[in-house]
């Protein structure tokens, strides 16, 4: 078992999604302290793209500040150790093929171990295409977390029987963003195949941002991911910014805690 998965043991998890570097490197070191002091779980930093193909327009807006912010790979690494002087809170990286691949597999891999990431969510890398980076994920310990989505309706037991640390069950077709129809049959039906092959544990994302949301899909998967919501407290920003996020993981991760 991943020590992603071993967060997984005995509680119901929430995973909030924060993009590097927006609007500042000080911004989301901050974010990140909170969230983990709060209740989060496990913390899905972003790194900022230039074609975001699986995100909404307020995670493209918040890689649009990063950008002006001058967020560059090595940047999102540095904010990494900071954090790490902070918190041990796991983290993973939402992140694209080709940055990785520029950087070079490998040393990615390697930087990440060193630093503490324990996973990669990478939206635009499809089962069939991991094996140019999976030997260096294992070599350096971390875990490749798949995404399962309603368009995977013929390959769920295969990209199930590939994971680890947790996997990513999108809740609906589209981009991320606030959504208040989510289809929870659909999702229990998922799940209860995933369940079928492989004890990795599952994670809802897309679309989630209300407490009483989180509380019902936390009754059919092992974690939360929220995004869309999260990020769009910090474009707000204000003085109160962390007390604003401190309130809302209390509410998620309460909300989520009656379905252990």
Do not use: W
């Not at 998922?190 to 492989?198: A, C, F, H, L, S």
């Not at 910090?234 to 962390?242: A, C, K, V, W």
């Amino acid at each position: 078992m991943s020590n992603l998965a071993e967060v997984f043991q005995n509680k119901k998890v929430f995973i909030p999604f924060v993009v590097a570097d927006d609007p500042d490197i000080e911004t989301t070191v901050k974010s990140v302290v909170t969230l983990a002091e709060n209740g989060a779980d496990i913390v899905e930093l972003g790194i900022p793209f230039s074609d975001p193909v699986a995100d909404g327009p307020v995670i493209q807006k918040a890689d649009l500040r990063a950008f002006k912010a001058g967020v560059r790979t090595e940047v999102v690494f540095d904010i990494v150790k900071k954090i790490r002087e902070q918190t041990q809170v796991p983290l993973v990286f939402l992140t694209y093929l080709n940055i990785v691949f520029k950087y070079g597999y490998s040393e990615f891999c390697q930087r990440c171990q060193k630093l503490g990431v324990s996973g990669l969510v990478i939206p635009d890398l499809p089962l069939e295409e991991q094996e140019e980076i999976r030997p260096s994920a294992d070599k350096f310990g971390i875990d490749l977390i798949p995404l399962i989505a309603p368009t995977s309706e013929g390959r769920i037991e295969k990209i199930a029987e590939h994971a680890s640390g947790f996997i990513y069950v999108v809740s609906s077709l589209g981009v991320t963003g606030v959504r208040d129809d989510i289809a929870k049959q659909k999702l229990s039906e998922t799940i209860q195949r995933v369940r079928k092959v492989t004890n990795v544990p599952t994670a809802i994302g897309f679309g989630i941002h209300s407490p009483e949301q989180a509380e019902t899909l936390a009754g059919i998967a092992d974690g939360i991911i929220i995004g869309s919501a999260v990020v769009q407290i910090i474009s707000e920003g204000g003085t109160d910014l962390q007390d604003k996020l401190a309130e809302y993981t209390r509410s998620i991760k309460d909300a989520i805690s009656v379905k252990i």
